[in-house]
């Protein structure tokens, strides 16, 4: 059974940092691309950031390019997100997801697991 789990959200204010973090179990994650999404309460879940399998390509959201940055430590199993510069909007439930192949995509549709979700809040 294939199992994400998403840890580091919390509650900080404008302007600072937090890294999430996705660990697998039941599937070898360095196979796959991985990527992070976010559903904000009454919007849709939107793509955040991907990584292909080897980590050598990555793809942003433009709202989050420049502040974000994924990585992941294949030896580890798991896949991070270091979010920087954090705004009010970038409140939001954030999920990590395996691709169903080796590269990514950023539709949700592409991805075939998904992590429970962390929450991250951003006060102004």
């Known amino acids: 059974q294939v199992q994400l789990v998403e840890s580091g959200g919390g509650l900080v204010q404008a302007g600072d940092s937090l890294r999430l973090s996705c660990a697998a179990s039941?599937?070898?994650?360095?196979?796959?691309?991985m990527g992070w999404f976010r559903q904000a309460p009454g919007k849709e879940r939107e793509f955040v950031a991907a990584?292909?399998?080897?980590?050598?390509?990555?793809d942003y959201a433009g709202s989050v390019k420049g502040r974000f940055t994924i990585s992941r430590d294949n030896a580890k199993n798991t896949v991070y997100l270091q979010m920087n510069s954090l705004k009010a909007e970038d409140t939001a439930v954030y999920y990590c997801?395996?691709?169903?192949?080796?590269?990514?995509?950023?539709?949700?549709?592409?991805?075939?697991?998904w992590g429970q979700g962390t929450q991250v809040t951003v006060s102004s």
């Open positions: 990584i292909n399998r080897s980590g050598s390509s990555t």
């Open positions: 039941g599937r070898t994650l360095s196979a796959y691309g």
């Open positions: 997801a395996s691709s169903r192949s080796s590269n990514y995509v950023t539709s949700r549709y592409g991805y075939a697991y």
